[in-house]
């Protein structure tokens, strides 16, 4: 479907969400600028969502034809406040088709949008990469969804009623029962069982913490989506802050493909990697690669959602739109780290 | 008195429709708007329609953006799902809804501000594509939430309420919907509810977008002498080309099968087109480019044009144009949605990615 605007797009995409459907778009970062009123809707109405976000340079029109991860914090925080979404970083096409249909499973799962973080490198650039594969095993996660029959056998129902104390309830596809499951969905405000025209502060407090539960499941989630297997492979995954010596992902397929590997005597760094919500532990976390783009906002989440110490960052910028090289990252972390340096003050004074 | 919980009970001789349901199963909640409001009307017609026509309300979705009007899907229909959107971009919403499942009626509400102003947009591109949809627009030529304001639907040269007079030029829905396409025109008044009924019940059964256009009168802020959207001045000036009555020729449904399919809906629509072919008043493409000056040379007389102004016979909608799939999205398996890796396979060979040996 073509929609005529980002403001469409979304709108679609949400629409059909509603109605049980999996929906997506793709967009760059003036897309997502537009799309902010509709995310937040669909965040606080809980809604499945899925955007690929493929980032370019900022702000307003920036660079088009440049890449940079820019869009890393009005991603994570997209809408007006009091939000944290979901956020996928794949470092290479096969991540980002792994990355895209693990999307959509987190999406019903969790009943909120959920962006997958590409950029243009990724994007628009030929890549060698491994081929894709596909585990015919795997079954799509609907997530939560009440059927008429359960309705029929008198199951609980509201629309915003934690039963399974996770922070995420149950939904009814549009048209399901006669008499049950029926609900109104807007943006005002919301108790236990219905939306509501006007917002009390008492249901503020409640859906702040039934975000923040939410938001908790969403980070014991961000791997295994349902999958019990998958979840404890990916645990360990997730937790890491890998310590790379040969620098990682992105860098490092680049500078093999380019025919140029990366110097065994590159300086070790951290470089963190995994997948899931902005959250506060930082043994769960989330946010790109610091190899990538060592951005100041990616500095910013790895600091205020991850819990890490900022001491113990060694940023580095790259901003000029064209991709991270190898050499350039081995370059700079070397200039940083030769700051620490320490001349012993014998040989000083000597 | 909406701080009461309307009464589930009702009088044991209440007429039922062929599904056995009563008026009172189409309604919902207590309206908070003022007293006298047009959007009440409106409501109240809508629950006739979807009442007299025997359609299960659950099966109806209610979609609206933000405003006086968009807040009356909570007041009628009240078993159905409700989406009240952001503002101005209820059409895009209700088009991803009916991409997603063809067999659910889709109801969208908005006002003059919801949909010609900030939506002015997403109103063309609905009118477009025609998606299959019944689109009203609750009229009042005012902002009403925010005290009165007049809105891009109020007619140059009306006063407000405190005498400031209007110098912009007004949108016409209906002339916008007539040139853009829409397949089904109509322009009813919330006061004539005798007219309005059979409009929205034609709109519901016709495929396609559906636009009626409801000069709704405000009755805090625009019902005023000097005002073109006032109870008054419409009454004295309503120019209805017709007054239909609808006459749906089909089987009653049987309420008691779970589902009431599409097919179902079709079929009736088909044995509806040929019995009222005749009381149709334009149904030619001819027709749509002379009826917008006729609306337009009336509106300058200060004439507000009422009735069904056109509708196509044979329209496609949204789905044909998209080839989409016969079932809800929602419905379908796992088997029928993942081609599986044999698939992902041939893709990449035939794409020159040598796959893993």
Redesign the interface.
């Known amino acids: ?1 073509q ?3 980002e ?17 997506f778009t793709a967009t760059a970062g003036p897309g997502i600028s537009l799309m902010q ?2 995310i937040g ?1 669909a965040y606080f109405a809980e809604i499945p969502a899925v955007i690929f976000d493929v980032q370019r340079g900022s702000p307003s029109t920036g660079m088009p034809t440049k890449t940079q991860q820019a869009d890393l914090l009005i991603c994570a925080y997209a809408s007006h406040g009091d939000t944290k979404h979901v956020l996928l970083f794949p470092e290479d096409p096969k991540e980002c088709f792994e990355m895209g249909a693990q999307a959509f499973d987190l999406a019903d799962r969790l009943q909120t949008p959920v962006f997958v973080m590409m950029d243009l490198d990724i994007g628009m650039q030929d890549w060698l990469t ?7 095993s ?3 996660d609907r997530g939560k969804v009440m059927t008429a029959a359960e309705l029929d056998a008198g199951k609980e129902f509201g629309r915003y009623l934690d039963v399974d104390g996770d922070g995420i309830p149950y939904r ?8 049950r499951g ?7 405000s919301k108790d236990a069982l219905r ?1 509501l ?1 006007r917002g009390r502060p008492r249901l503020r407090r409640q859906h702040a913490a039934a975000a923040a539960q939410s938001s908790r499941s969403a980070k014991e989630l961000r791997a295994g989506a349902g999958d019990p297997a998958r979840g404890a492979a990916d645990a360990r995954r997730r937790d890491l802050v890998r310590v790379d010596g040969r620098g990682d992902g992105r860098v490092a397929g680049r500078a093999r493909e380019g025919g140029h590997p990366p110097r065994p005597d590159a300086h070790p760094r951290v470089s963190v990697r995994g997948r899931g919500a902005p959250s506060s532990s930082p043994r769960t976390t989330t946010c790109s690669s610091s190899s990538r783009t060592a951005t100041r906002s990616c500095e910013m989440l790895l600091v205020n959602e991850c819990g890490i110490d900022p001491q113990k960052l060694i940023p580095i910028l790259h901003y000029d739109g064209n991709p991270l090289t190898e050499r350039f990252v081995t370059r700079e972390i070397a200039e940083k780290a030769r700051l620490f340096n320490v001349t012993p003050l014998r040989k000083a004074a000597g | 008195m909406t701080y009461l919980t309307k009464p589930k009970l009702h009088h044991p001789g209440l007429p039922t429709n062929a599904l056995g349901l009563t008026r009172r199963d189409y309604e919902g909640a207590v309206s908070t708007l003022c007293a006298g409001c047009g959007h009440d009307s409106i409501s109240a017609a809508i629950i006739q329609a979807f009442f007299e026509l025997a359609i299960p309300p659950h099966r109806v979705a209610k979609l609206s953006g933000i405003g006086c009007s968009s807040k009356t899907p909570t007041y009628f229909l009240g078993a159905g799902h409700g989406f009240n959107s952001v503002h101005g971009r209820m059409p895009s919403v209700v088009t991803g809804a009916a991409l997603a499942n063809r067999d659910l009626i889709y109801l969208g509400v908005s006002g003059d501000g919801d949909s010609a102003s900030i939506g002015l947009g997403q109103f063309a591109h609905i009118m477009r594509r025609g998606v299959n949809m019944v689109y009203i627009v609750e009229n009042n030529g005012v902002y009403g939430l925010t005290k009165g304001q007049f809105s891009a639907t109020a007619d140059k040269g009306s006063k407000a309420k405190r005498g400031a007079v209007n110098s912009d030029e007004p949108i016409d829905l209906v002339q916008l919907a007539l040139v853009l396409g829409a397949t089904f025109v109509a322009r009813g008044f919330s006061g004539d509810k005798g007219q309005l009924v059979p409009l929205i019940k034609a709109a519901v059964e016709h495929k396609g977008i559906a636009f009626i256009d409801v000069v709704s009168p405000c009755v805090a802020f625009n019902n005023h002498p000097g005002s073109t959207k006032s109870y008054d001045y419409v009454r004295a000036h309503n120019e209805a080309v017709n007054r239909l009555d609808f006459m749906p020729h089909r089987e009653p449904i049987d309420s008691r099968r779970a589902g009431w399919r599409r097919a179902e809906r079709d079929a009736a629509r088909r044995r509806r087109r040929c019995a009222c072919a005749s009381c149709t008043p334009s149904t030619t493409r001819a027709t749509r480019s002379a009826r917008s000056p006729t609306s337009r040379r009336t509106a300058r007389m200060g004439e507000v044009v009422t009735g069904l102004l056109y509708v196509e016979d044979e329209p496609l909608d949204l789905h044909d144009a998209q080839n989409t799939v016969g079932v809800p999205l929602n419905a379908l398996s796992d088997a029928e949605l993942v081609p599986g890796s044999a698939a992902l396979a041939s893709v990449q060979r035939r794409t020159g990615v040598a796959t893993a040996a």
Do not use: C
């Open positions: 479907m929609a005529e605007d403001l469409a797009s979304i709108g679609i995409v949400i629409g059909g969400a509603w109605n049980g459907a999996r929906a009123e509709f809707l491994e081929p894709f594969v596909w585990d015919d795997h079954q799509l009814t596809y549009p048209g399901t029962h006669p008499k029926g609900y109104f969905t807007r943006g005002t939306a025209h």
